[in-house]
């Protein structure tokens, strides 16, 4: 039914349907908001409570002890932290869009990897769904590997929402942290590790919109300076519809608008986007992303050498190496999941 131009869903949508759409606009409201979420809660329960707030006090005492942990490893498992990754909010989630986990090659569980994932879109919905979830299988994809993804440090900073992210199994984006899992054996009782990093960031979510593929890439080479210091296999993944989740104001590099949008990344490190998706009622704009699939496709490792100091060749060789092996995943991958696939690129 459409009115005034607004489309809006049927009365009769199945219950199941209606749960999925209210959990991802649940974790949208978490993720969107959740940092000043963390910080309201904290100052109301410090100011306007009798007796929580001496255990807030508590619990900015374990912060500090816990400070450094997003920089060297993350939370161990424990059953809590398996019970978060697997629960039914975590099932509605991947069945609304609905997301998919494809691997094209078995990896080798007692070795190291490197996942280098693109493109960001304005969530990166597809990598979270598929590595800080377990409801799409990805241990049982790659058995062994302990897999630790990567997201902003600011995160692990904020009073109450930084466990969200820890009991995710995620880790910080510092070049401490990345050293450190890739030198680092896994912890009992796996064998290997995956080290899941979506390179283009912040940066990239200003360049995603429908039907497009652009990534930034050719000037980061930071990951492979590092995976050829540990000689860390490099893995290419791709999250094939995560584009189409959201329309965006769009404005190329150079504009006006693009240089407000950089100046406020650099203050409050997160980039100041402005997207329409649908609303729970009504599927014409909104918050919550369009109900498209997602396919997150993990392609076939490259391995580097272990250089202890990478010369600027080196790293130049080897990122030129990864890009051709992206390019060719992409190529190769796309006809499954990209309509009129001929006439869509990957643009570097």
């Not at 893995?235 to 329309?247: I, K, M």
């Not at 986007?273 to 076939?300: A, E, M």
């Amino acid at each position: 039914m459409e009115i005034l131009g607004v489309k809006f869903a049927p009365l009769n949508v199945p219950l199941e349907r209606r749960l999925q759409t209210l959990v991802v606009a649940i974790w949208i409201f978490l993720t969107v908001f959740g940092n000043f979420w963390g910080y309201l809660i904290t100052v109301y329960l410090i100011f306007y409570t009798e007796t929580i707030r001496y255990f807030l006090l508590l619990y900015f005492l374990w912060m500090y002890y816990d400070w450094d942990t997003c920089h060297s490893g993350g939370r161990s498992e424990i059953q809590w932290t398996r019970m978060v990754r697997n629960n039914v909010f975590w099932r509605y989630f991947c069945n609304y869009f609905p997301l998919k986990l494809v691997k094209t090659v078995d990896l080798d569980p007692k070795k190291s990897y490197f996942f280098v994932c693109v493109p960001h879109g304005i969530l990166s919905i597809g990598i979270i769904g598929s590595f800080a979830t377990d409801v799409l299988d990805c241990k049982k994809l790659f058995p062994g590997l302990e897999i630790r993804l990567i997201t902003l440090d600011q995160h692990f900073k904020i009073p109450l929402f930084r466990e969200y992210p820890y009991f995710l199994g995620s880790c910080a984006s510092s070049v401490r942290s990345i050293k450190y899992l890739l030198s680092t054996p896994p912890k009992d009782p796996y064998t290997g590790k995956a080290t899941v990093l979506i390179v283009g960031g912040a940066s990239e979510s200003m360049e995603s919109t429908p039907g497009t593929y652009r990534v930034i890439i050719k000037r980061r080479k930071g990951f492979v300076k590092l995976a050829l210091k540990y000689g860390t296999a490099l893995v290419p993944v791709l999250s094939f519809g995560e584009t189409d989740l959201y329309n965006q104001i769009y404005s190329p590099e150079g504009s006006t608008f693009r240089r407000i949008q950089n100046y406020i990344r650099s203050i409050i490190g997160l980039a100041p986007v402005v997207v329409s998706g649908r609303g729970f009622f009504q599927y014409s704009f909104g918050l919550i992303p369009k109900r498209l699939p997602v396919t997150v496709v993990v392609g076939s490792p490259v391995e580097l050498p272990k250089i202890a100091e990478p010369t600027t060749e080196q790293i130049n060789e080897y990122h030129e190496k990864f890009m051709k092996s992206l390019v060719e995943l992409f190529e190769t991958q796309k006809y499954n999941y990209i309509k009129n696939a001929d006439n869509v690129t990957l643009e570097l």
